[in-house]
């Protein structure tokens, strides 16, 4: 019995994916099973980290112009907190 795990972008599948399993898998019953991975792409993670940072200091910025008030600045926190949690 032979036990195959995939990880990959959504985005980056097509039909030559598809393809590539049935061939691998030809005239065999199949189970296949989607869910939601933690980012493990260390460019990806980074990307991510860098949107963060300059949102953080975005927020910062507006925070001390007086331009984000502090009740916003406690919401913002809140999102960031939950968007580190995820990562």
Avoid: C, W
Wanted: avoid cysteine; charge should be negative; glycine fraction near 2%.
């Amino acid at each position: 019995m032979m036990h195959t795990i995939y990880r990959i972008n959504a985005d980056e599948l097509n039909a030559d994916f598809v393809d590539a399993l049935k061939t691998l898998f030809r005239h065999k019953h199949i189970e296949i099973m989607v869910h939601e991975t933690p980012v493990t792409d260390t460019k990806e993670l980074e990307e991510r980290r860098n949107l963060l940072a300059a949102e953080t200091q975005e927020a910062l910025a507006l925070f001390r112009q007086g331009d984000l008030p502090a009740q916003s600045s406690n919401e913002v926190i809140k999102a960031l907190q939950a968007d580190l949690t995820e990562s």
